[in-house]
């Protein structure tokens, strides 16, 4: 049973404890999240935005995802993997020492597997232009040598990522790609992978 504690406040479930919830309980709850699965896209832009931030490299991390992203575009990427190389990094938002296994999570219930796997990945594969230099092997990215998508991955990180540190690389503004991202998670294209 829904409760207006006050009647300003907004309706609230009944329970305290899940087990104990009504069908009307989580009939409010359902619209609740039908409403946040609307301010995704939102959500997506402003962690977008919050990464135009100076880290050391010759442009933001911001910047980085905007070349990135123009650089798929121009090279006839579908939409779809389009938005994926733009929001590739936002994991820095959340958790840096996994950005990529938390940008992948993220992107899943709106995204192909293949897009997915890509992004989860992506951070290994890009060690083999660097990890050389602190001592980790930059070929750990062969223990899946034999995936499907491994090439497609190390392709990711040749022609999107690490070539897009250029301060002078004439990068597409965030509100180009907005349009896209704003249908890529749209809310009729969510499915539930833990479901499956």
């Known amino acids: 049973m ?9 309706p609230t479930v009944g329970f305290t404890a899940m087990a104990d919830g009504t069908a009307q309980d989580y009939e409010l709850l359902a619209r ?5 699965l609307a301010r995704f896209p939102d959500r997506i832009l ?21 070349q ?20 590739h990094d936002i994991g820095d938002m959340l958790a840096p020492a ?13 995204v192909s597997e293949r ?4 992004l989860k990945h992506h951070g290994v594969f890009q060690g083999i232009y660097w990890f050389h230099h602190v001592g980790a092997d930059p ?25 897009s540190f250029d301060p002078d690389y004439p990068t597409k503004p965030l509100e180009f790609f907005e349009p896209m991202v704003r ?5 009729d294209r969510v499915s539930t992978p833990e479901l499956e």
């Open 46 to 66: 402003s962690w977008l935005r919050g990464m135009d931030d100076h880290s050391g490299y010759q442009v933001t991390r911001l910047e980085h995802s905007l």
């Open 139 to 163: 070929h750990i990215r062969e223990r899946w040598a034999d995936h499907p998508w491994y090439r497609d991955c190390v392709d990711f990180c040749a022609d999107y990522d690490q070539n």
């Open 98 to 110: 996994n950005h990529s296994e938390v940008a992948a999570a993220v992107v899943r219930p709106y």
């Open 183 to 187: 249908r890529v998670f749209a809310p």
């Open 115 to 118: 897009n997915h796997w890509i």
């Open 32 to 36: 609740y999240e039908e409403a946040e």
């Open 2 to 10: 829904t409760t207006d504690r006050d009647p300003g406040q907004a």
């Open 68 to 87: 990135a992203a123009t650089r798929a575009h121009h090279a006839g990427a579908d939409e779809e993997t389009v938005v994926c190389v733009l929001v």
